[in-house]
C-alpha cells in the first residue's frame, strides 16, 4: 500500500475518527484506525465495537491496499508535521513508512484481517434531515441523558420518527428535553429508536452546521451518514418510557423571562451551593422573581430579577443546574417559563418546538 | 403404703410434650402439613392462613388421600406410613417418618381432617378438639386430604404467649412456604393470607421458573448455574453473581435431598466458595440442591428435621465449594453484569491479562512504563493487606483523632498531595508530605457522601428531587412489610414514598443525593441496613447512621467514572471529613507507606 496525502486534509480525517477510540482498550486492534487505500481515496475506520466511525478522504494512491496503526500515535505524527504533502508506504509485515520533507519515521501496525469488519447496513428505513438542524436538536436534548446503569434505557437519546416529524426527548427521571423538526418520511416509516450516549457525543463532535445527514435505522444498529463520514452504533434495546404523559397538560401562570438574565443570576447564586444535590430557591412575586440560595455554614445569596407578572406568588426550588441546562443550550432572547405549584413540574419553553420539564425539589 | 411417686403419663400428656419439639408456631405446623400432602403424592397443594396462623391453617391437596381407617390411625402418635421397620430410617426417601406431626398438632389445637383415597366412594371426616376425638364421619370428598387447624394453642397457654405478632408469625409462614416450595418446583403451590392470594405457583415447573415465579423476572439474571457431581453426590441448583448480595443469610436455601437443611459444616462451604469475593457482612444467595444417597446423610438429629449430620462431612463441603466456584468462573467470563464488587471477583486471581478496571479516571497524567528484562525477582516478605492496613492505622493519626472525636481537634491526613495515577484498575496513588498513600476512591466517596448526608439528616435539611413519572415498585412480601413499617422513617430521608396496595408502593421523589434513576435497589439495601439498624437497639440515631451507610453504598455504585478533577476533589473533600480514614462500613479508605518505612525497606535507614 502506497499513498501521499495533503497533511491538513489527513489530520482533519483523522481527528473524526480518532474519538471513538478507547484509552483503555483490551483488545490492542481497537486502538487501531484501519486504513484502506482506494483507487483515489482513504478510508479510515475506527471502532470501539458499539460504535465504530468511518471517514474517507482524497488522496492520491500509487498501490491500494489495506492495514491497521495505532490511531494516537499517528495522529500525534501527522499533527507535528509541517504542512505539505505526506508520503506513506507500508509492506506487507504491515511496517509503515511516513515521510515528509526532512523527518521520516517507521511504526508498528496490524495486519487489517483482524479489525473487526462494520455491521452489514441492509434492510431498515432511511430519513434525510438537515444536518445542522439535527445537530442542534442534539445540542438541545443531549445533556439530560441519564448516566444511571440501572435503567439502560435512558442512557441515550430517544429519537422518534412520527407524523411526519423527528421527536427527540432525553431524561433522567427528574427533567426532561424534547425538541421537534420536521421530516419528510412514508407513514410506513414511523419508527422509534434510542442512540447511546457514546454515539451522541461523538455526532456532536463531528458534525457540521451544513450539508444533508441521513440516518439509516435497522434493528439493532443504526448508521449516519454526513459529509465524509460514515457513524454506525448499536441501539439501546428496549422500550422508552412514554414521555408525553410527563408533559403537564396545563399550568396556573406563564411568564417571559430573559434568557441571558436567568441563567447569569443563577450562576451566580448557585456559587453558594455546596454540591450538585443543592437547591435554590424561585420566587416568582409581583414583577420580579427572587432566586436565593442558603447553604447553613456557608452563607447565602439573592438576586432579583425583573418579569412581567401579576400572577399568585408561587415559590418552587429547583436544581440550579437542571434549570441552567437548557438556558444554556438556547439561542432565544426570551424564554417562558409555565408554573402551578410548589410541587407540580415546572416547563421551559420558547418559540421553537422544544419543550423541557424539570420537577421541583422539596425541601424540609 | 404410699402411691407411686413415678407415673406413666398419659398419651395426651405425651403428645402435648411432643408437639413442644414439633410445633413451636404456625409456620412448623405449615411445614408438616405441607411435607404430609408432599410425601402423600399431591401436585398441587394450597395453603390458606388467617391471622398469621393463629386462627386457621389449612392445608388442602390432590394426593393419594386415606381410607377411613388409615386416616383415624394417622392421628396416633407414631403412626406412619412412611417407614416400616429401623432399617428404613437409614435411607429415608420420604420428607416425614417419625410419625408424630398429626398427633402432635392435633393435640394442641381444633384439628379437622377431611380425606379420601382413591376407588373409595365417600370420604371420611375426623374432628378433633386438643387431642380428643369429637366426631367421625362419612362425607363427600374429591380424592386427597385437606387438613384444618384452627386455634392453634389454644389450651396451651404458656406457648400461646410465645406467638409473636400476627405480622411476625405470617412472616415466619411464608419463609416457610417459600422454603417448601423452592424443595419442590415440580409441585403447584398456592399461599393465601387473610383472603388475600400471595403467591400462585404452577406445578412442573423447573428450579427456573419456580425462582421467576417467587422473586421476579428479573431474579434471574442475577444468577449463575453450579452443577457438579463427586462420586454419587450431586449439587446442582443457582448462586448469584457476587455484585448480587445481602446483608443476611435470608437467601441462601440448601435442599438435601429435597430436604431444606441445615449444618454449620454447609454455611461454612458456601462462605468459603466465595472467599474474598464478598465485603465482611455481606451474603450471597444460593439455592443449592443436593442429591445424595440417602444412606449418607443423617436426618434424624431433631425432631423437625432441620439440622442434619453428614457421614461424609469432607466431601460434601468440597464439593459444595467447588461447585460454587465452578459457577462463578462461569459466570464471570460469560460477561457478569458491570459492578463493583463482582468486578473485583475478575481481578482477584491476578491473571497476567491486562486487569478489568473497576473505576476509570480520565486524563490521568501521562505515565510511562518500562519493561524490564525477565529477571526471577526474589520474594518478597509476606505483607497481607491487613497487616499493611493494621500498620498505617497506628502510625496515623487516627488513633488519637477517632476516641476523642472532637471534630474541632481532628486534623488533616495531610497538607497537601498529588495525585500520581491509578493502579490496579481500582486504587489510586497520591503523593503527600508523609510518604506514598494508597487511596481506594470508592470507599472514600462512600466516607464524603456519608459526611455530608449525615450533615443533612442531623440538620434536619433533607432535600429530596421529584420524580417525573412516580415508579412503581413491587417488593418481595417480607422486604414490603419492612418498608411499609418504616413508611415515616424514609419519608423523613426525602424518598417520597407512599403505599400502592398490595406488596406495591410508589415512590414520587428521592433524596436529592442520589443520582440513581433507579428506586427499588435503593428501598432493598435502605431496608436491610434498617433491619440491622433495629436489632441493634432501634435508636432513632442508630436508624438514621444504618439508612446513611445504605444511602452512600447507593450512591457511590453509580459514580463508576471519575476525571482527575473529580478525583483531586475527593481528596480534598475526604481531608475535610471527621474520620477520613475508614468508610462507613469500616473499611480502610487510606493505606499510608510513610518515606521511613520505604527507606526502611529500601535498605536505606
Same mark, same amino acid.
Given at each position: 500500500?502506497?499513498?501521499?496525502? =495533503?497533511?491538513?486534509?489527513?489530520?482533519?480525517?483523522?481527528?473524526?475518527?480518532?474519538?471513538?477510540?478507547?484509552?483503555?482498550?483490551?483488545?490492542?486492534?481497537?486502538?487501531?484506525?484501519?486504513?484502506?487505500?482506494?483507487?483515489?481515496?482513504?478510508?479510515?475506520?475506527?471502532?470501539?465495537?458499539?460504535?465504530?466511525?468511518?471517514?474517507?478522504?482524497?488522496?492520491?494512491?500509487?498501490?491500494?491496499?489495506?492495514?491497521?496503526?495505532?490511531?494516537?500515535?499517528?495522529?500525534?505524527?501527522?499533527?507535528?508535521?509541517?504542512?505539505?504533502?505526506?508520503?506513506?508506504?507500508?509492506?506487507?509485515?504491515?511496517?509503515?513508512?511516513?515521510?515528509?520533507?526532512?523527518?521520516?519515521?517507521?511504526?508498528?501496525?496490524?495486519?487489517?484481517?483482524?479489525?473487526?469488519?462494520?455491521?452489514?447496513?441492509?434492510?431498515?428505513?432511511?430519513?434525510?434531515?438537515?444536518?445542522?438542524?439535527?445537530?442542534?436538536?442534539?445540542?438541545?436534548?443531549?445533556?439530560?441523558?441519564?448516566?444511571?446503569?440501572?435503567?439502560?434505557?435512558?442512557?441515550?437519546?430517544?429519537?422518534?420518527?412520527?407524523?411526519?416529524?423527528?421527536?427527540?426527548?432525553?431524561?433522567?427521571?427528574?427533567?426532561?428535553?424534547?425538541?421537534?423538526?420536521?421530516?419528510?418520511?412514508?407513514?410506513?416509516?414511523?419508527?422509534?429508536?434510542?442512540?447511546?450516549?457514546?454515539?451522541?457525543?461523538?455526532?456532536?463532535?463531528?458534525?457540521?452546521?451544513?450539508?444533508?445527514?441521513?440516518?439509516?435505522?435497522?434493528?439493532?444498529?443504526?448508521?449516519?451518514?454526513?459529509?465524509?463520514?460514515?457513524?454506525?452504533?448499536?441501539?439501546?434495546?428496549?422500550?422508552?418510557?412514554?414521555?408525553?404523559?410527563?408533559?403537564?397538560?396545563?399550568?396556573?401562570?406563564?411568564?417571559?423571562?430573559?434568557?441571558?438574565?436567568?441563567?447569569?443570576?443563577?450562576?451566580?447564586?448557585?456559587?453558594?451551593?455546596?454540591?450538585?444535590?443543592?437547591?435554590?430557591?424561585?420566587?416568582?412575586?409581583?414583577?420580579?422573581?427572587?432566586?436565593?440560595?442558603?447553604?447553613?455554614?456557608?452563607?447565602?445569596?439573592?438576586?432579583?430579577?425583573?418579569?412581567?407578572?401579576?400572577?399568585? =406568588?408561587?415559590?418552587?426550588?429547583?436544581?440550579?443546574?437542571?434549570?441552567?441546562?437548557?438556558?444554556?443550550?438556547?439561542?432565544?432572547?426570551?424564554?417562558?417559563?409555565?408554573?402551578?405549584?410548589?410541587?407540580?413540574?415546572?416547563?421551559?419553553?420558547?418559540?421553537?418546538?422544544?419543550?423541557?420539564?424539570?420537577?421541583?425539589?422539596?425541601?424540609? | 403404703?404410699?402411691?407411686?411417686?413415678?407415673?406413666?403419663?398419659?398419651?395426651?400428656?405425651?403428645?402435648?410434650?411432643?408437639?413442644?419439639?414439633?410445633?413451636?408456631?404456625?409456620? @412448623?405446623?405449615?411445614?408438616?402439613?405441607?411435607?404430609?400432602?408432599?410425601?402423600?403424592?399431591?401436585?398441587?397443594?394450597?395453603?390458606?392462613?388467617?391471622?398469621?396462623?393463629?386462627?386457621?391453617?389449612?392445608?388442602?391437596?390432590?394426593?393419594?388421600?386415606?381410607?377411613?381407617?388409615?386416616?383415624?390411625?394417622?392421628?396416633?402418635?407414631?403412626?406412619?406410613?412412611?417407614?416400616?421397620?429401623?432399617?428404613?430410617?437409614?435411607?429415608?426417601?420420604?420428607?416425614?417418618?417419625?410419625?408424630?406431626?398429626?398427633?402432635?398438632?392435633?393435640?394442641?389445637?381444633?384439628?379437622?381432617?377431611?380425606?379420601?383415597?382413591?376407588?373409595?366412594?365417600?370420604?371420611?371426616?375426623?374432628?378433633?378438639?386438643?387431642?380428643?376425638?369429637?366426631?367421625?364421619?362419612?362425607?363427600?370428598?374429591?380424592?386427597?386430604?385437606?387438613?384444618?387447624?384452627?386455634?392453634?394453642?389454644?389450651?396451651?397457654?404458656?406457648?400461646?404467649?410465645?406467638?409473636?405478632?400476627?405480622?411476625?408469625?405470617?412472616?415466619?409462614?411464608?419463609?416457610?412456604?417459600?422454603?417448601?416450595?423452592?424443595?419442590?418446583?415440580?409441585?403447584?403451590?398456592?399461599?393465601?393470607?387473610?383472603?388475600?392470594?400471595?403467591?400462585?405457583?404452577?406445578?412442573?415447573?423447573?428450579?427456573?421458573?419456580?425462582?421467576?415465579?417467587?422473586?421476579?423476572?428479573?431474579?434471574?439474571?442475577?444468577?449463575?448455574?453450579?452443577?457438579?457431581?463427586?462420586?454419587?453426590?450431586?449439587?446442582?441448583?443457582?448462586?448469584?453473581?457476587?455484585?448480587?448480595?445481602?446483608?443476611?443469610?435470608?437467601?441462601?436455601?440448601?435442599?438435601?435431598?429435597?430436604?431444606?437443611?441445615?449444618?454449620?459444616?454447609?454455611?461454612?462451604?458456601?462462605?468459603?466458595?466465595?472467599?474474598?469475593?464478598?465485603?465482611?457482612?455481606?451474603?450471597?444467595?444460593?439455592?443449592?440442591?443436593?442429591?445424595?444417597?440417602?444412606?449418607?446423610?443423617?436426618?434424624?438429629?431433631?425432631?423437625?428435621?432441620?439440622?442434619?449430620?453428614?457421614?461424609?462431612?469432607?466431601?460434601?463441603?468440597? %464439593?459444595?465449594?467447588?461447585?460454587?466456584?465452578?459457577?462463578?468462573?462461569?459466570?464471570?467470563?460469560?460477561?457478569?453484569?458491570?459492578?463493583?464488587?463482582?468486578?473485583?471477583?475478575?481481578?482477584?486471581?491476578?491473571?497476567?491479562?491486562?486487569?478489568?478496571?473497576?473505576?476509570?479516571?480520565?486524563?490521568?497524567?501521562?505515565?510511562?512504563?518500562?519493561?524490564?528484562?525477565?529477571?526471577?525477582?526474589?520474594?518478597?516478605?509476606?505483607?497481607?493487606?491487613?497487616?499493611?492496613?493494621?500498620?498505617?492505622?497506628?502510625?496515623?493519626?487516627?488513633?488519637?483523632?477517632?476516641?476523642?472525636?472532637?471534630?474541632?481537634?481532628?486534623?488533616?491526613?495531610?497538607?497537601?498531595?498529588?495525585? %500520581?495515577?491509578?493502579?490496579?484498575?481500582?486504587?489510586?496513588?497520591?503523593?503527600?508530605?508523609?510518604?506514598?498513600?494508597?487511596?481506594?476512591?470508592?470507599?472514600?466517596?462512600?466516607?464524603?457522601?456519608?459526611?455530608?448526608?449525615?450533615?443533612?439528616?442531623?440538620?434536619?435539611?433533607?432535600?429530596?428531587?421529584?420524580?417525573?413519572?412516580?415508579?412503581?415498585?413491587?417488593?418481595?412480601?417480607?422486604?414490603?412489610?419492612?418498608?411499609?413499617?418504616?413508611?415515616?422513617?424514609?419519608? @423523613?430521608?426525602?424518598?417520597?414514598?407512599?403505599?400502592?396496595?398490595?406488596?406495591?408502593?410508589?415512590?414520587?421523589?428521592?433524596?436529592?443525593?442520589? @443520582? @440513581?434513576?433507579?428506586?427499588?435497589?435503593?428501598?432493598?439495601?435502605?431496608?436491610?441496613?434498617?433491619?440491622?439498624?433495629?436489632?441493634?437497639?432501634?435508636?432513632?440515631?442508630?436508624?438514621?447512621?444504618?439508612?446513611?451507610?445504605?444511602?452512600?453504598?447507593?450512591?457511590?455504585?453509580?459514580?463508576?467514572? %471519575?476525571?482527575?478533577?473529580?478525583?483531586?476533589? %475527593?481528596?480534598?473533600?475526604?481531608?475535610?471529613?471527621?474520620?477520613?480514614?475508614?468508610?462507613?462500613?469500616?473499611?480502610?479508605?487510606?493505606?499510608?507507606?510513610?518515606?521511613?518505612?520505604?527507606?526502611?525497606?529500601?535498605?536505606?535507614?
Amino acid at each position: 500500500m502506497k499513498f501521499k496525502i =495533503e497533511k491538513a486534509a489527513f489530520l482533519e480525517a483523522l481527528q473524526v475518527v480518532q474519538g471513538v477510540v478507547s484509552i483503555r482498550s483490551t483488545l490492542p486492534i481497537l486502538s487501531n484506525v484501519l486504513v484502506q487505500a482506494q483507487k483515489s481515496q482513504l478510508l479510515l475506520t475506527t471502532t470501539d465495537l458499539d460504535v465504530s466511525v468511518r471517514c474517507s478522504v482524497k488522496a492520491s494512491v500509487q498501490k491500494i491496499g489495506a492495514t491497521t496503526l495505532p490511531v494516537r500515535r499517528l495522529l500525534g505524527i501527522v499533527r507535528e508535521l509541517p504542512e505539505g504533502e505526506i508520503d506513506v508506504e507500508v509492506d506487507d509485515k504491515n511496517l509503515a513508512s511516513i515521510t515528509s520533507g526532512a523527518s521520516y519515521f517507521k511504526i508498528n501496525g496490524i495486519g487489517d484481517d483482524e479489525f473487526p469488519p462494520l455491521p452489514k447496513l441492509t434492510g431498515g428505513f432511511s430519513y434525510s434531515i438537515d444536518q445542522g438542524a439535527f445537530k442542534e436538536m442534539l445540542r438541545k436534548t443531549a445533556y439530560a441523558v441519564s448516566t444511571d446503569e440501572t435503567r439502560h434505557v435512558l442512557n441515550g437519546v430517544h429519537l422518534s420518527f412520527k407524523e411526519d416529524k423527528l421527536t427527540m426527548v432525553a431524561t433522567d427521571g427528574r427533567r426532561l428535553a424534547l425538541v421537534e423538526h420536521e421530516v419528510e418520511f412514508p407513514e410506513t416509516a414511523e419508527r422509534d429508536l434510542i442512540l447511546p450516549t457514546k454515539a451522541v457525543n461523538e455526532l456532536q463532535h463531528v458534525l457540521q452546521d451544513e450539508g444533508v445527514l441521513k440516518i439509516h435505522a435497522l434493528d439493532s444498529q443504526a448508521a449516519v451518514e454526513f459529509n465524509d463520514v460514515l457513524l454506525v452504533s448499536k441501539l439501546i434495546d428496549g422500550s422508552y418510557p412514554n414521555f408525553k404523559q410527563v408533559v403537564p397538560s396545563s399550568c396556573d401562570e406563564r411568564v417571559t423571562v430573559e434568557r441571558e438574565g436567568l441563567l447569569m443570576a443563577l450562576r451566580r447564586v448557585a456559587l453558594l451551593t455546596t454540591d450538585k444535590s443543592s437547591s435554590v430557591k424561585l420566587t416568582f412575586g409581583k414583577n420580579q422573581i427572587e432566586i436565593t440560595a442558603i447553604t447553613p455554614d456557608v452563607g447565602e445569596a439573592r438576586e432579583t430579577l425583573p418579569i412581567k407578572y401579576s400572577g399568585k =406568588e408561587i415559590t418552587v426550588a429547583f436544581n440550579p443546574e437542571y434549570v441552567m441546562d437548557p438556558l444554556r443550550n438556547m439561542d432565544n432572547d426570551e424564554i417562558y417559563f409555565e408554573l402551578t405549584d410548589e410541587l407540580s413540574p415546572g416547563v421551559i419553553k420558547c418559540d421553537i418546538p422544544f419543550l423541557y420539564v424539570l420537577m421541583p425539589m422539596r425541601v424540609s | 403404703m404410699a402411691a407411686s411417686v413415678i407415673q406413666l403419663l398419659s398419651q395426651q400428656v405425651a403428645n402435648k410434650i411432643a408437639a413442644g419439639e414439633v410445633v413451636d408456631r404456625p409456620a @412448623s405446623v405449615l411445614k408438616e402439613l405441607v411435607e404430609n400432602a408432599a410425601d402423600a403424592g399431591a401436585t398441587q397443594i394450597d395453603v390458606e392462613i388467617v391471622a398469621g396462623g393463629r386462627k386457621l391453617i389449612s392445608v388442602t391437596d390432590n394426593g393419594k388421600g386415606m381410607p377411613r381407617d388409615d386416616a383415624l390411625l394417622s392421628i396416633e402418635r407414631h403412626a406412619t406410613s412412611k417407614i416400616r421397620d429401623v432399617d428404613d430410617i437409614e435411607k429415608i426417601n420420604t420428607m416425614g417418618f417419625r410419625g408424630e406431626a398429626l398427633a402432635a398438632i392435633s393435640s394442641v389445637s381444633r384439628f379437622g381432617l377431611k380425606t379420601c383415597a382413591a376407588g373409595e366412594d365417600h370420604g371420611t371426616e375426623v374432628v378433633i378438639t386438643a387431642g380428643t376425638i369429637r366426631d367421625v364421619r362419612d362425607i363427600g370428598f374429591p380424592q386427597g386430604s385437606r387438613v384444618e387447624v384452627r386455634d392453634l394453642f389454644f389450651n396451651v397457654p404458656a406457648r400461646r404467649k410465645f406467638l409473636r405478632t400476627h405480622q411476625t408469625e405470617l412472616s415466619h409462614a411464608r419463609d416457610a412456604f417459600l422454603l417448601l416450595a423452592l424443595a419442590n418446583p415440580g409441585i403447584g403451590m398456592r399461599l393465601t393470607v387473610d383472603g388475600r392470594e400471595t403467591y400462585l405457583l404452577p406445578g412442573d415447573s423447573s428450579l427456573e421458573d419456580r425462582l421467576r415465579d417467587l422473586f421476579g423476572p428479573t431474579y434471574r439474571n442475577n444468577l449463575v448455574p453450579v452443577d457438579r457431581e463427586l462420586e454419587s453426590i450431586r449439587v446442582q441448583g443457582y448462586i448469584s453473581l457476587p455484585t448480587v448480595n445481602r446483608s443476611d443469610r435470608k437467601e441462601q436455601f440448601v435442599f438435601i435431598n429435597r430436604r431444606p437443611a441445615t449444618a454449620a459444616i454447609l454455611g461454612y462451604a458456601i462462605r468459603e466458595g466465595y472467599h474474598s469475593l464478598l465485603e465482611n457482612g455481606r451474603h450471597p444467595s444460593v439455592f443449592l440442591y443436593v442429591t445424595m444417597d440417602p444412606g449418607l446423610v443423617d436426618v434424624n438429629v431433631h425432631p423437625t428435621k432441620k439440622e442434619v449430620r453428614f457421614r461424609k462431612p469432607g466431601d460434601i463441603r468440597d %464439593l459444595v465449594i467447588a461447585s460454587i466456584q465452578d459457577g462463578l468462573k462461569a459466570g464471570s467470563s460469560a460477561g457478569s453484569p458491570r459492578g463493583f464488587s463482582g468486578d473485583r471477583a475478575n481481578v482477584a486471581p491476578a491473571a497476567p491479562a491486562p486487569v478489568d478496571r473497576q473505576l476509570t479516571i480520565e486524563h490521568l497524567p501521562v505515565t510511562r512504563s518500562f519493561r524490564y528484562p525477565k529477571i526471577p525477582l526474589a520474594q518478597t516478605p509476606p505483607l497481607s493487606a491487613e497487616d499493611r492496613a493494621g500498620k498505617s492505622t497506628t502510625t496515623d493519626p487516627v488513633t488519637h483523632a477517632a476516641p476523642t472525636d472532637e471534630s474541632s481537634g481532628h486534623e488533616a491526613p495531610w497538607s497537601w498531595c498529588r495525585v %500520581l495515577g491509578q493502579i490496579g484498575g481500582l486504587y489510586v496513588i497520591l503523593e503527600t508530605e508523609d510518604g506514598m498513600v494508597i487511596m481506594d476512591p470508592h470507599a472514600a466517596h462512600e466516607r464524603v457522601l456519608y459526611d455530608r448526608f449525615m450533615r443533612q439528616v442531623t440538620d434536619g435539611a433533607i432535600v429530596s428531587q421529584g420524580l417525573l413519572v412516580p415508579q412503581t415498585v413491587e417488593l418481595q412480601p417480607a422486604d414490603a412489610d419492612k418498608v411499609r413499617g418504616n413508611l415515616d422513617v424514609l419519608q @423523613s430521608m426525602g424518598f417520597g414514598i407512599s403505599e400502592f396496595g398490595g406488596e406495591a408502593f410508589v415512590v414520587d421523589a428521592l433524596p436529592a443525593c442520589f @443520582s @440513581s434513576a433507579n428506586a427499588e435497589p435503593m428501598l432493598l439495601d435502605m431496608v436491610e441496613s434498617m433491619e440491622r439498624g433495629g436489632k441493634d437497639g432501634a435508636r432513632a440515631d442508630a436508624y438514621k447512621k444504618a439508612m446513611a451507610t445504605a444511602a452512600c453504598k447507593a450512591a457511590v455504585k453509580a459514580n463508576d467514572h %471519575l476525571t482527575l478533577e473529580e478525583i483531586e476533589q %475527593l481528596v480534598v473533600d475526604l481531608a475535610q471529613t471527621e474520620l477520613p480514614y475508614t468508610c462507613p462500613h469500616g473499611r480502610p479508605t487510606l493505606i499510608l507507606s510513610s518515606y521511613r518505612e520505604l527507606g526502611r525497606k529500601f535498605g536505606r535507614e
